[in-house]
């Protein structure tokens, strides 16, 4: 399915059996999410409590994890939901090709405040009380803050959860950028001229610009081939004298990138000089420092704007890590690779394969190859964990997946084992609403499940783990 928003689907799915429920007569339970479980009998499916109490009766025919406390049933064909309190928030009777969740991350916060169904290639949806909008979409985004994007016949608008359209006209782009959809949207006129709309639809920059971005509480915005700086409220903070100003991987605080005269440097939101005009090319500040490049040599410099590592040539990724070290290349040997730190200090120079352009390094660990195995490096070449794997992952959170060339299996960051090699593809371990989970797949018999598990390697929703 086309879609142009991220989102989180758990299809439909059965689990084959794993347990046999001893309080109801021939029946079968499994799928047990906090203190209810579905349970089948004579080939269909009810809803009870872990301690044996039938809060359904079997009556459907597939049905889906629950998740936030909503689980999508099947019944003949027909689709429908359910509670986990045993109610039905949306009885079965309705002709969708499919009816799911659709949400997005803000923050590290799980965002879901409606089902979507999609009828015919349209897409509609319901509240999460069960009210059904009849209203038909091209496409549809996740609401957030009671807010959506909707397309129809290649023209965007908002809408809210009572479905009423927002913004008095329709318009050719919305940004869609979550992280912004309750404070701004930036967005594009039939006429071609960029502004930024408000959640409730309002125009809060006016729509005569040739470019827009935003940048912390402003927006960088060009018109005639330059570009300043606008505040909240759509005022010129920085004059439009720039041949280009960038944002691009600037943190909140951090002065921006600007080029002037053919050469870059950095200025403030109020456009004055912070660093010199001086070079061919730069990039943010990361860990307080920037990569900068002229000539064809490069260096990096503080946010005063004095050389930590002096232009030189040298061949090195264009940010520094969390750990404070940047990855480098020999340029008189391309295979001999490594890190250096913020004084230019070589602490590690080696000739272990990896993977893609550069390094997969996170936590302090690269993934290293040598021969046909995979393992860990710290940052000053010693490895940590043996070349031992047939593929591995970078850590998050102290966690990585691994491959044995079939499935994959967690490990922690000492090397032992969560899991058992069962997923199908790796996953990656990150901060929602106060647990640590990460997505995950694995074949079945009919397909792939879906779901999600936390840092022991349990499942939260869409799936089982064999015993093992």
Same mark, same amino acid.
């Given at each position: 399915?086309?879609?142009?928003?991220? $989102?989180?689907?758990?299809?439909?799915?059965?689990?084959?059996?794993?347990?046999?429920?001893?309080?109801?007569?021939?029946?079968?339970?499994?799928?047990?999410q906090g203190e209810v479980c579905y349970f089948e009998k004579d080939g269909l499916i009810g809803?009870? /409590? !872990?301690?044996?109490?039938?809060?359904?009766?079997?009556?459907? !025919?597939?049905?889906?994890? $629950?998740? $936030?406390? +909503?689980?999508?049933?099947?019944?003949?064909? =027909?689709?429908?939901?359910?509670?986990?309190?045993?109610?039905?928030?949306?009885?079965?009777?309705? %002709?969708?090709?499919?009816?799911?969740?659709?949400?997005?991350?803000?923050?590290? *916060?799980?965002?879901?405040?409606?089902?979507?169904?999609?009828?015919?290639?349209? $897409?509609?949806?319901?509240?999460?009380?069960?009210?059904?909008?009849?209203?038909?979409?091209?496409? +549809?985004?996740?609401?957030?803050?009671?807010?959506?994007?909707?397309?129809?016949?290649? %023209?965007?608008?908002?809408?809210?959860? %009572?479905?009423?359209?927002?913004?008095?006209?329709?318009?050719? #782009?919305?940004?869609?950028?979550?992280?912004?959809?309750?404070?701004? =949207?930036?967005?594009?006129?039939?006429?071609?001229?960029?502004?930024?709309?408000?959640?409730?639809?309002?125009?809060?920059?006016?729509?005569?610009?040739?470019?827009?971005?935003?940048?912390?509480?402003?927006? +960088?915005?060009?018109?005639?081939?330059?570009?300043?700086?606008?505040?909240? #409220?759509?005022?010129?903070?920085?004059?439009?004298?720039?041949?280009?100003?960038?944002?691009?991987?600037?943190?909140?605080?951090?002065?921006?990138?600007?080029?002037?005269?053919?050469?870059?440097?950095?200025?403030?939101?109020?456009?004055?000089?912070?660093?010199?005009?001086?070079?061919?090319?730069?990039?943010?500040?990361?860990?307080?420092?920037?990569?900068?490049?002229?000539?064809?040599?490069?260096?990096?410099?503080?946010?005063?704007?004095?050389?930590?590592?002096?232009?030189?040539?040298?061949? *090195?990724?264009?940010?520094?890590?969390?750990?404070?070290?940047?990855? @480098?290349?020999?340029?008189?040997?391309?295979?001999?690779?490594?890190?250096?730190?913020?004084?230019?200090?070589?602490?590690?120079?080696?000739?272990? %394969?990896?993977?893609?352009?550069?390094?997969?390094?996170?936590?302090?660990?690269?993934?290293?190859?040598?021969?046909?195995?995979?393992?860990?490096?710290? +940052?000053?070449?010693?490895?940590?964990?043996? @070349?031992?794997?047939?593929?591995?992952?970078?850590?998050?959170?102290?966690?990585?997946?691994?491959?044995?060339?079939?499935?994959?299996?967690?490990?922690?960051?000492?090397?032992?084992?969560?899991?058992?090699?069962?997923?199908?593809?790796?996953?990656?371990?990150?901060?929602?609403?106060?647990? =640590?989970?990460?997505?995950?797949?694995?074949?079945?018999?009919?397909?792939?499940?879906?779901?999600?598990?936390?840092?022991?390697?349990?499942?939260?929703?869409?799936? /089982?783990?064999?015993?093992?």
């Amino acid at each position: 399915m086309r879609r142009f928003i991220i $989102f989180f689907l758990i299809g439909i799915c059965l689990w084959s059996p794993v347990c046999r429920c001893e309080t109801v007569e021939n029946t079968y339970i499994w799928a047990p999410q906090g203190e209810v479980c579905y349970f089948e009998k004579d080939g269909l499916i009810g809803l009870m /409590k !872990t301690n044996g109490e039938v809060l359904i009766e079997p009556r459907f !025919t597939n049905a889906k994890p $629950f998740y $936030f406390n +909503i689980a999508v049933v099947e019944e003949n064909g =027909l689709l429908g939901a359910i509670t986990d309190k045993g109610e039905v928030l949306i009885e079965p009777v309705h %002709q969708w090709d499919a009816l799911y969740f659709m949400g997005t991350a803000i923050n590290k *916060t799980m965002h879901h405040e409606t089902l979507i169904y999609e009828k015919e290639r349209k $897409f509609g949806f319901v509240t999460l009380d069960g009210v059904i909008n009849e209203e038909l979409w091209d496409d +549809i985004s996740p609401f957030v803050g009671g807010t959506a994007i909707v397309k129809r016949n290649n %023209q965007y608008n908002l809408i809210d959860t %009572q479905g009423r359209i927002l913004c008095q006209e329709w318009y050719s #782009k919305i940004n869609f950028d979550y992280d912004q959809l309750s404070s701004s =949207l930036l967005a594009q006129d039939a006429q071609g001229k960029y502004g930024a709309l408000g959640p409730a639809g309002e125009v809060l920059i006016s729509f005569e610009w040739d470019y827009i971005r935003k940048a912390d509480d402003c927006y +960088i915005v060009g018109k005639d081939e330059k570009k300043g700086i606008l505040n909240s #409220k759509g005022e010129l903070r920085a004059a439009l004298e720039w041949d280009d100003i960038s944002s691009f991987y600037v943190k909140s605080g951090d002065p921006l990138m600007a080029r002037k005269d053919g050469k870059w440097g950095f200025i403030d939101l109020d456009g004055n000089q912070v660093i010199p005009f001086l070079w061919d090319n730069v990039y943010a500040f990361s860990q307080g420092v920037a990569k900068v490049e002229t000539d064809n040599l490069s260096g990096f410099i503080n946010k005063e704007g004095e050389y930590v590592i002096p232009l030189q040539k040298m061949v *090195t990724d264009d940010y520094f890590d969390s750990d404070e070290t940047v990855c @480098f290349t020999d340029i008189n040997d391309i295979n001999q690779w490594g890190y250096m730190d913020r004084n230019g200090n070589i602490l590690c120079k080696v000739n272990y %394969q990896h993977y893609m352009g550069e390094p997969i390094k996170q936590e302090g660990l690269s993934v290293v190859i040598k021969g046909k195995k995979d393992g860990y490096m710290d +940052i000053y070449g010693n490895m940590v964990f043996p @070349f031992q794997w047939e593929l591995a992952d970078g850590f998050s959170n102290g966690l990585a997946f691994v491959g044995d060339g079939e499935a994959w299996a967690v490990i922690n960051n000492k090397g032992e084992y969560v899991t058992d090699y069962i997923w199908a593809m790796p996953g990656c371990f990150e901060q929602y609403d106060e647990m =640590l989970l990460s997505k995950v797949c694995m074949r079945t018999d009919t397909g792939f499940v879906e779901g999600y598990i936390d840092q022991n390697g349990q499942p939260i929703c869409g799936v /089982k783990l064999p015993v093992w």
